[in-house]
């Protein structure tokens, strides 16, 4: 009971450590509580969980009062979970919860909200605190932000908005008339169009600090008006692929930016050196610039390191993704030379023409450099690596996939020198001596270990990491010539796991996949390809790891429907599941069981499965993306697009008559961000 709980802290403070030697009785405890000096209370209830708290406000009117003081609540976020602790901890009837939020609003300073669930609460906290400083607001629809007056606090900050809709004219102009805004995050907000964007920054242009946008429906007009942001210090744009080279010419007012973030963007180098030359005053400390695999990489050459090194000597993050660089050792020697403070570095990826003189040059950085990405480094030998060994001590994260001329000569020398968590050595012609000299080295450190297609690391390699690594929470070995015995070692020494990738490992047999059930922490499992797994095994997996999110069984044709059941019973935070080629034998049922009761499901996979499409008419969460390769009649797929409870963002399949379902489905208001993907059936 919370009140015993109570009394222990209670006295455990007035006597200390001698609780069990005295005995009071529970009459004469129970008699000093309300006449306790308030900040001896105040010393002790801060210790107890909020649950207690609450239970404790419900015995008379005076712990009610002392409970719901803002000492004790101060700094409180409003969200679904304190509303269920509420309503859990103390039975309420309506007037009285009300009552117990508006006691609290004067404590809450932030919002955390989803529009599922009584949205009239805002209106009440907004009400009755009007120093609100930070509102985070998900809803599908925006329906309840109609009229709702969460925004009409005076003092907010940090507004967070996402919506798988355009938000409405009367949201926009609510976040444009608050004048102390410093943060806008509005990453997830769909629909968001030049003119929107304008109304609600255009009043903040000497306040806002930090912007996040989706940049799908802008163009480089909407980069003009964030031009005139002269305060702004952090600019992140997603999916950034409409923008011109022009658009980063629109930015050169932003004196005092120090983050850059750019996704699915189209720049060429030359814009790239523009603009870095235009924000000379800024001091750049943080600049990404990353592309997704399906789009072509923009190429970065000498030239940018160059501008980096001379106007932007306080650069501490330089990241990329997907992008091809043109660099030679002229370009690295001037970066380390300019940007000696350089903690994080990402040259991932391209096919430049580094040698091992130029990554020696990395050795400069000594002391401040501790992440490193050079995969696809096809001119790093071991000379290059024992050099960055020798020099940069600090170094956490590492990453030398498909660096194919390093051997276990340099690796070795890493490990025992660098205090590395996380190590990429995917597609390297290492053996078991690398793994070995891993456990021996970085055994207490090593969190993240990648070893993919290393075709001359065998079991004794696995079984030595698994013993030796105590902290280890992601491993990667598909594609490894190894058994039972390896997933049997990680099973038994793997309590802190959480990502387990053995894909492509035609030794693993139903033995070794059931010794996983111990891994109750994972998180991840991908046992795609392994061609000897049966539903036996993964169903006692499913069972013990109910905190799965991630699931591949691609491949496996041993995988039946009662797998798809046992999972949708055992494993309702499940994300994202993959079951391409697997047995014919799973039908709508067991995927209709999948649908049905994992509520958080975002993506499933299916491939050469007996489905007619029945299982589209079952209720399921606003967002899944289902991928669908097999023959689905056309009318379940009218079905499920002339209804509107159902939100599919997706569907990829082979219609018989696929003329009849695009002339068919006209997109309205309800449905207008639906896809439907068609493919025509093949001819065989």
């Known amino acids: 009971m919370p009140t015993a709980r109570f009394e222990k802290s209670f006295s455990a403070y007035a006597h200390g450590s001698s609780y069990c030697a005295q005995k009071h009785t529970q009459t004469a405890m129970e008699s000093s509580l309300p006449h306790l000096p308030d900040h001896v209370f105040f010393d002790v209830v801060k210790f107890l969980p909020r649950s207690d708290l609450l239970e404790l406000s419900s015995t008379n009117e005076h712990m009610r009062f002392l409970c719901f003081q803002k000492e ?157 942001l002269t305060e702004l210090r952090t600019l992140v744009v997603d999916n950034a692929k409409n923008l011109s080279n022009e658009c980063l010419g629109k930015l050169c007012l932003l004196a005092k930016l120090t983050v850059l973030k750019m996704r699915q963007c189209l720049f060429s180098a030359s814009s790239v050196c523009k603009f870095l030359k235009c924000v000379a005053g800024s001091g750049l400390s943080k600049l990404q610039l990353f592309n997704d695999e399906y789009m072509p990489p923009i190429t970065i050459t000498d030239d940018v390191l160059n501008a980096l090194s001379v106007h932007h000597k306080s650069l501490i993050h330089l990241d990329t993704n997907n992008i091809s660089w043109d660099l030679t050792d002229s370009g690295v020697r001037h970066l380390v030379g300019g940007c000696q403070k350089l903690a994080y570095l990402d040259i991932g990826n391209s096919n430049s023409e580094i040698t091992d003189a130029g990554f020696a040059q990395l050795g400069r950085l000594m002391n401040s450099l501790t992440h490193l990405d050079i995969s696809h480094s096809t001119r790093l030998s071991d000379v290059g690596l024992l050099a960055i060994a020798n020099c940069c001590l600090n170094l956490r994260y590492l990453n030398l996939q498909r660096c194919e001329n390093i051997t276990d000569k340099s690796v070795c020398r890493v490990v025992s020198s660098c205090p590395l968590k996380h190590l990429k050595l995917s597609y390297c012609h290492i053996t078991d001596a690398s793994l070995i000299c891993i456990g021996k080295n970085a055994g207490a450190t090593m969190e993240f270990l990648h070893v993919p297609y290393c075709k001359k690391i065998t079991d004794h390699g696995v079984t030595v990491i698994a013993r030796a690594c105590s902290s280890l929470k992601s491993l990667n070995v598909s594609g490894l010539d190894i058994t039972d015995m390896s997933l049997i070692c990680v099973a038994a020494y793997g309590k802190h796991l959480t990502h387990l990738k053995a894909s492509f490992c035609p030794g693993v047999t139903n033995i070794g996949v059931s010794a996983l059930k111990a891994c109750s922490s994972l998180r991840s499992l991908d046992i795609s390809s392994c061609k000897n797994i049966t539903d036996s095994s993964v169903t006692q997996v499913v069972k013990s790891c109910t905190d799965l999110e991630l699931l591949h069984l691609d491949y ?89 409870r159902l939100k599919l963002k997706v569907v990829r399949t082979e219609l018989s008559n696929y003329k009849r379902v695009i002339h068919s489905f006209r997109p309205s208001k309800s449905n207008s961000f639906k896809t439907l993907r068609v493919t025509r059936p093949s001819r065989s």
């Not at 940090?158 to 919506?163: A, E, K, P």
Request: aromatic share 6%; glycine share 4%; proline share 4%.
């Open 556 to 644: 496996n044709k041993g995988i039946t429907g009662a797998s798809l059941r046992q999972i949708a019973s055992s494993c309702p935070r499940l994300q994202k599941l993959w079951v391409k080629n697997c047995s014919p034998k799973i039908r709508d049922s067991d995927v209709a069981h999948i649908i049905r009761n994992c509520n958080s499901l975002q993506l499933l996979w299916l491939r050469n499965a007996q489905v007619t499409g029945s299982f589209l008419k079952q209720r399921k969460p606003p967002c899944v993306r289902l991928v669908v390769y097999t023959a689905v009649t056309d009318t379940s797929v009218l079905t499920l697009m002339d209804s509107k």
């Open 72 to 228: 004790i609540w101060e700094g409180l976020q409003l969200d679904l979970g304190l509303l269920d602790l509420i309503k859990l901890s103390v039975p309420l009837e309506r007037h009285a919860f009300v009552s117990v939020i508006s006691h609290l609003a004067g404590c809450v300073t932030k919002v955390k909200w989803s529009g599922e669930y009584q949205p009239e609460v805002l209106g009440i906290v907004s009400a009755n605190n009007p120093l609100i400083a930070s509102v985070n607001l998900t809803d599908p629809d925006f329906k309840f932000l109609r009229t709702s007056r969460v925004l009409d606090a005076p003092f907010i900050r940090n507004v967070t908005l996402s919506s798988s809709y355009p938000p409405e004219e009367k949201m926009v102009r609510k976040v444009a008339s608050l004048k102390y805004l410093l943060h806008l995050n509005i990453l997830n907000l769909k629909g968001v169009t030049d003119s929107l964007l304008y109304l609600m920054i255009r009043h903040h242009s000497a306040s806002l600090q930090e912007l996040l946008i989706n940049g799908e429906f802008l163009t480089d007009e909407a980069f003009e008006t964030i031009g005139t």
